[in-house]
């Protein structure tokens, strides 16, 4: 998967055996989340999953709502992935979700002195949202309805950033690694874009032993980027996760398959979704900044759980939408 951004990109914008579980074409679809027109390839079998970085290629436009992210004016770029979010069960959506890390200044994020420690304790006495300096949002570009970075067509659409909001992520405590970004428009759906389910409420889980699935342009295992989107497949750990830095309480951890399926550098913001009564649910962000921290092995990854933050969701949203 993508880390850097391609050339081509910046310029034109400024083995596992799967089965097709539905058929390739959803034809009775429109705008519902989590149903996509183009259906999403399904794992079968034990030997599923193939490196999310060696790839196995997502269906072109199976997943409508991942979003390529671009954060800066001039390289070195940022780039992260992001999931477009269905809110209010309409025909668009101006929400995209994605990793705080992925649109916060983490330039000065080196390990914190103690004068900072104690004195964002007295800050947070004061605030209970902390987090570290918002890059500007006119520096923010969201594409969606992409697939190929080097094959744009005009299913993509390039939106504009109008606000930001940060949970509690600074360099003194990062355990809120989730950002919630307000586009400059709505962008209605199509066959080529598509707000994704948020979990219906607080309590509810992913499936167990359901099909969950993790998509983005990282950098690949052999340090090469993928320009075309990848996917894999991912199975939820319940276990012990030995790391002083994730929280059960508001993150998942996931476990490679056989074949050390996992997401790399670059995925970071992108969604966790899996399927759950016919339909795709967003219940996680890869929060990599926390993964590589929070791995026992390396076959585990951090991602924050959606359901612990859905009170923030709707306080944050109330308050963007004004």
Known sequence: MVGGLSCQFVKSFGCAIFTVGWQERNLNVTGACGKPFFRPILPSGDGV??????????????HPWQVFLVNGKQEPYQTCGGSLIDWNNGNASDLVLTAAHCVVDMSGFDKATVWEEISYAFTRLFNSNVHGPVSNVSNIRIYLGV??????????????????????FNKVASYDDLALVKLEREVPYNEFIQGICLPGEKK??????????????GIQADGKEANKLQQVNVQLFKGHVNSPLF???RMLCTRA?????????????GPLICLKNDTFVLYGVVSFGIANECQERTDKDAFMKLTYYLDWLRRTIAGLQA
Do not use: F, M, Y
């Open 147 to 168: 697939h190929d970075l080097e094959d744009l067509s005009s299913s993509v659409v390039d939106v504009g950033v109008s606000a930001v909001a940060v949970g509690e």
């Open 49 to 62: 999953g193939s490196r999310i970085s060696n790839g196995i290629e997502a269906r072109k436009h199976s």
């Open 247 to 249: 929280r059960k309480d």
């Open 204 to 217: 509810a889980q992913p499936p167990a032993e359901g099909t969950c699935l993790v998509t983005g342009w």
């Open 257 to 269: 398959n056989a074949n050390n399926a996992r997401p790399l550098e670059g995925d970071s913001g």
